[in-house]
């Protein structure tokens, strides 16, 4: 019940591409998703974040889509660029119980120059 | 800039030697929190303060402690390092638990090797 499973472990997208990434929760009590880019050695920073209330989130090259009744999120990062290879965490969080943000397993993304 | 800072970046300690990791954060927040995160792995909460209010998550072991002395510090002590507690500990902050949709905000790490 408190998991978000994550897809695919590992992905190479060539320059230009489109790199999807999804997850899927089963606590319907969670009612923000936030996306976390990763570079190696480095902490985990906020890249987009979207609440259960709206379908889509756009923020420049990347968009969050959203899938209430499949209980369903996925990152799009429309032309991709070397830069955006790093590893990326979808997660999970209940607003009454912020403290406690469940992380996918990850998703490392390789961008082919 | 307001940031959450973490301190050493990489630290080597002997096998049951204690060794303190050190945070500060500048964005003035109530919660502070501590992750352990290992090789291709996602973080994995181990506690974190709401203000002076310390919680510890269930599975967490004994080993590991934590301080917060004021607002801007929290200490994270492991009292005799295993080789298993090998890891990045990260270190992040949000503004407040009853804030829905509240960030958190990462530090860069501290990079614990045991030798």
């Known amino acids: 019940q408190q998991q978000v499973k994550q897809s695919p472990q590992s992905l190479i997208v060539q320059k230009g591409g489109i790199s999807i990434i999804n997850c899927a929760y089963e606590n319907t009590a969670f009612d923000y998703f936030p996306w976390y880019q990763q570079f190696p050695g480095k902490g985990p920073a906020l890249l987009i974040a979207i609440r259960p209330d709206v379908s889509e989130k756009k923020e420049g090259r990347f968009t969050i889509s959203f899938n209430k009744s499949a209980k369903q999120f996925s990152l799009h990062i429309m032309d991709s660029q070397p830069g955006d290879s790093a590893t990326y965490f979808c997660a999970a969080s209940k607003g009454s119980s912020a403290s406690k943000i469940i992380f996918g397993s990850g998703t490392r993304l390789s961008i082919r120059p | 800039d307001a940031m959450v800072i973490q301190n050493p970046r990489y630290q080597v300690t002997q096998f049951g030697k204690p060794v303190t990791l050190s945070c500060s954060q500048t964005?003035?927040?109530?919660?502070m929190y501590w992750y352990q995160q290992k090789s291709s792995q996602a973080p994995k909460l181990l506690f974190h303060y709401y203000d002076k209010d310390f919680n510890n998550e269930a599975d967490t072991p004994d080993n590991f402690q934590s301080r917060r002395p004021n607002t801007s510090f929290c200490f994270l002590d492991i009292r005799s390092p295993g080789l298993g507690d090998a890891a990045m500990y990260l270190c992040?902050?949000?503004?407040?638990?009853?804030?829905?949709?509240?960030?958190?905000?990462f530090g860069p790490g501290t990079r614990l090797t045991v030798l």
């Open positions: 964005l003035n927040h109530n919660v």
């Open positions: 992040a902050t949000s503004r407040d638990l009853a804030l829905r949709a509240d960030t958190q905000y």
